[in-house]
């Protein structure tokens, strides 16, 4: 892992941007003595680690004293994209501008996204768990389709976080049955781009006897801040 910038902030977090061959993420970690238990943390759909929400939940998680790490996949953020990329994302605004059914554009998009990011992302765990500063265990928050995968095929993860936002593949609502580590599951009851049903029916598939729906109403952006403050609770349970 190659850092190429850092900065002290505010908040007493120290953050990294790095490069890990072709792969960019950030590190964010807490100025403490003892190794802290680590979250990976990852956007809906592969959007850029620079995203300003999910910046802003990084950030507030390592002031509470968790390294929080991101990559973007690829396709994604800084990384170039194919041409397949791209007429994937062509087709998918003519398809929802036209108010077409996009479910199978976003299967031939996503599907190959989360194969691709898996294991990015364990590659990346490799070397975040390399660091003296970290300790785990390894928790996970964000992106459900990502998170599904690495929980079924990651053992080191010990509790995960899930957003019900994005498009979930169905190789990944036929995995979701597989996964048996603690879940908080996020959903937004109004959100214009997921069927409310299809995510109720995706919660009740996951495996784990230890799993937690929480609902608000509102749309796709709408999840009140307080579900920050929640997941730390969450993860504070089962990595702390």
Same mark, same amino acid.
């Given at each position: 892992m190659?850092v190429?910038?850092?900065?002290?902030?505010?908040?007493g977090?120290l953050?990294?941007?790095?490069?890990?061959?072709?792969?960019?993420?950030?590190?964010?970690?807490?100025?403490?003595?003892?190794?802290?238990?680590?979250?990976?943390?990852?956007?809906?759909?592969?959007?850029?680690k620079?995203e300003?929400?999910?910046? *802003?939940?990084a950030?507030l998680? *390592?002031?509470?004293?968790?390294?929080?790490?991101?990559?973007?996949?690829?396709?994604?953020?800084?990384?170039?994209r194919?041409?397949?990329?791209?007429q994937?994302?062509?087709?998918?605004?003519?398809?929802?501008?036209?108010?077409?059914p996009?479910?199978?554009?976003?299967?031939?998009?996503?599907?190959?996204?989360?194969?691709?990011?898996?294991?990015?992302?364990?590659?990346?765990?490799?070397?975040?768990? *390399?660091?003296?500063?970290?300790?785990?265990?390894?928790?996970?928050?964000?992106?459900? *389709?990502?998170?599904?995968?690495?929980?079924?095929?990651?053992?080191?993860i010990a509790?995960?976080?899930?957003?019900?936002?994005?498009?979930?593949?169905?190789?990944?609502?036929?995995?979701?049955?597989?996964?048996?580590?603690?879940?908080?599951?996020?959903?937004?009851?109004?959100?214009?781009?997921?069927?409310?049903?299809?995510?109720?029916?995706?919660?009740?598939?996951f495996?784990?006897?230890?799993?937690?729906?929480?609902?608000?109403?509102?749309g796709?952006?709408?999840?009140?801040?307080?579900?920050?403050?929640?997941?730390?609770?969450?993860?504070?349970?089962h990595?702390?």
């Amino acid at each position: 892992m190659h850092v190429t910038s850092e900065r002290h902030l505010d908040d007493g977090v120290l953050e990294r941007e790095f490069t890990l061959g072709e792969i960019p993420g950030t590190l964010w970690t807490p100025e403490s003595v003892a190794p802290a238990p680590l979250i990976l943390m990852a956007h809906n759909n592969g959007l850029p680690k620079a995203e300003p929400r999910l910046v *802003a939940r990084a950030r507030l998680s *390592a002031a509470a004293g968790y390294a929080v790490a991101t990559i973007d996949a690829a396709g994604c953020g800084d990384r170039p994209r194919s041409a397949a990329d791209e007429q994937a994302r062509a087709d998918l605004r003519r398809a929802m501008w036209a108010g077409e059914p996009v479910d199978e554009i976003f299967e031939s998009f996503v599907g190959p996204l989360v194969e691709k990011a898996a294991p990015e992302w364990q590659l990346a765990l490799d070397a975040f768990l *390399a660091l003296p500063e970290i300790g785990g265990p390894v928790g996970y928050s964000g992106w459900t *389709a990502l998170g599904i995968r690495l929980a079924v095929v990651e053992p080191r993860i010990a509790a995960a976080g899930f957003f019900a936002g994005g498009y979930v593949p169905r190789a990944q609502r036929e995995e979701a049955p597989q996964v048996t580590v603690p879940l908080l599951f996020l959903l937004q009851w109004d959100d214009e781009g997921n069927p409310r049903q299809r995510a109720l029916d995706l919660f009740d598939a996951f495996g784990t006897k230890e799993k937690t729906l929480h609902a608000n109403l509102g749309g796709h952006t709408g999840t009140p801040w307080f579900e920050r403050e929640d997941g730390d609770r969450f993860f504070g349970r089962h990595l702390k």
